[in-house]
């Protein structure tokens, strides 16, 4: 290579591999300050672009969980009502069966009546307070509610209410239902029973349901973290490489500086052509 004080070849070289090293360098830096390989779409357009989308996904699963954990509160609090509305029923049909007794005393019988009275009106009670967030699945005119299942919205579950209200399918026993007298107390042992029944159908189905609730919201959970996983073998650097990466790079740099300075020493070869 001929010799020229316009034109050193080696120096250019010597400082294209210095860049060349130093923008490598950069990237691992970054890799290490982020953790990430690719943390941005420059770094690799098509990943970023899959992981992003994962990202969205990942995200919408928070509302579902969130979704899925309001419709098992507002069920979990229809089932205590349910509950009471059962032990309710139990005592009235206990009260509903002494007061049968014809050998019972009209005080006695009027006491009876009086307890009755009271656990029915306390059904009314136990069914309105079973509220979760404007949500009641047990109260008269009451609406089916349905938690988002997927991250699309596609895919719902549903539970249709189950009314509890004194007067209805459910319970039947109506809302000034007494044991006054022998005859309607042995026709309230009956209805009592039949309502114990329905309660406890009723009660099922929405057991079933928060069954059903609480098995998709640990699915959504363990969906997620799967997710999350699968981002992070996307985007996540392996930091153990990467620094050990960085330590060969670094050593390079220095090596590149050297070779750098030695390339520019050549024009001082030159000169000394020159000296006599």
Do not use: C
Not at 21 to 46: C, P, W
């Amino acid at each position: 290579m001929a010799l020229s004080v316009n034109t050193n070849m080696g120096a250019m070289v010597a400082l294209q591999n210095l860049n060349a090293t130093n923008m490598e360098l950069g990237q691992t830096q970054n890799r290490i300050n982020t953790g990430k390989k690719v943390s941005n779409a420059k770094d690799n357009g098509a990943i970023w672009a899959i992981a992003q989308g994962q990202r969205a996904t990942s995200g919408a699963l928070n509302a579902v969980k969130d979704s899925l954990n309001r419709g098992s509160s507002a069920i979990d609090v229809a089932i205590a009502g349910g509950e009471s509305v059962s032990d309710l029923l139990l005592q009235m049909k206990e009260k509903a069966l002494a007061a049968s007794d014809t050998s019972l005393d009209s005080a006695s019988r009027t006491a009876m009546n009086e307890d009755f009275k009271a656990l029915r009106d306390q059904i009314t009670k136990a069914v309105a307070n079973a509220d979760f967030n404007g949500v009641n699945l047990i109260k008269t005119g009451a609406s089916a509610i349905a938690a988002l299942a997927n991250a699309d919205g596609s895919s719902k579950l549903t539970v249709s209410p189950e009314v509890m209200a004194l007067g209805g399918s459910v319970v039947t026993v109506a809302t000034t239902g007494t044991i006054g007298t022998v005859t309607t107390a042995a026709a309230m042992i009956t209805t009592v029973t039949n309502s114990i029944a329905n309660v406890s159908a009723s009660l099922a189905r929405l057991g079933t349901k928060a069954k059903a609730y609480e098995m998709h919201n640990t699915f959504i959970g363990k969906l997620q973290d799967s997710l999350d996983a699968g981002i992070g073998n996307l985007v996540d650097a392996d930091l153990a490489k990467e620094s050990a990466k960085l330590q060969a790079l670094q050593t390079k740099q220095q090596l590149g500086v050297q070779a750098l300075s030695i390339a520019n020493q050549t024009p001082q070869t030159i000169m000394s052509l020159f000296r006599g």
